[in-house]
């Protein structure tokens, strides 16, 4: 399992190509740099640890896809980032 961080510094969680709240919902799937949400809508891009939502990218889709909920996770916030885009829509 490895971790992301949203750009204001919520944690995600990685699973394989699932990515998943801190309270363990499941709230994507990576394919390529990008995150689609379980509907197959793009939800944010990868920039190093950083997911972030850029309108620029949003006209990509892909398939819907399905994903059980798992444990959430103690792990804590980051420090926000400076980097450009907006902060994803996910839940915590």
């Given at each position: 399992m490895s971790?992301?961080?949203?750009?204001?510094?919520?944690?995600l969680q990685v699973v394989g190509s699932n990515v998943y709240s801190r309270s363990g919902?499941?709230?994507g799937r990576i394919g390529g740099s990008k995150v689609y949400?379980?509907?197959?809508?793009?939800?944010g891009t990868?920039?190093?640890?950083?997911?972030?939502y850029r309108?620029?990218?949003s006209a990509?889709?892909?398939?819907?896809?399905?994903s059980a909920s798992r444990a959430g996770s103690a792990a804590a916030h980051a420090a926000g980032s400076a980097i450009w885009g907006d902060e994803p829509n996910f839940p915590d």
């Open positions: 971790s992301l961080y949203t750009k204001n510094g919520r944690p919902t499941c709230v949400d379980p509907s197959g809508r793009y939800a990868i920039v190093g640890d950083r997911v972030v309108s620029t990218d990509s889709i892909s398939g819907p896809s399905v």
